[in-house]
């Protein structure tokens, strides 16, 4: 994976959230199921549909309260390969060797 969001959600989706938590985490079984639900928390934050993010106001009552957290949906910024497979996957992506972009402030 690319990024950490699509590596999240991958391992959310497969079942091996545990996989994204330090093991020095790990081991404290209290701190587990609260690293748990803030992953789970923020993957509701980052939904594609803007409807089903849940607002400031119950993202703190979700972190205070036990309540049940719905099931969240694939994130709006998931990259689906990374790039080095899709170029190799998809003749759309070609190579420019002649611009030149420079990354500088102005």
Not at 93 to 103: E, G, L, R
Request: proline letters at 5%; one cysteine or more.
């Amino acid at each position: 994976m690319d990024d950490l969001l699509s590596f999240a959600w991958e391992s959310w989706k497969n079942g091996t959230g545990s996989d994204m938590i330090d093991s020095t985490l790990k081991a404290r079984s209290s701190s587990l199921q609260n690293i748990t639900r803030s992953i789970h928390i923020g993957l509701l934050c980052v939904q594609e549909n803007v409807i089903d993010r849940p607002t400031m106001g119950l993202v703190v009552l979700m972190l205070s309260l036990s309540i049940t957290l719905p099931t969240p949906s694939e994130p709006a910024f998931y990259m689906r390969a990374n790039m080095s497979e899709a170029r190799r996957r998809s003749s759309q992506f070609t190579v420019n060797d002649v611009s030149i972009s420079n990354i500088t402030p102005r």
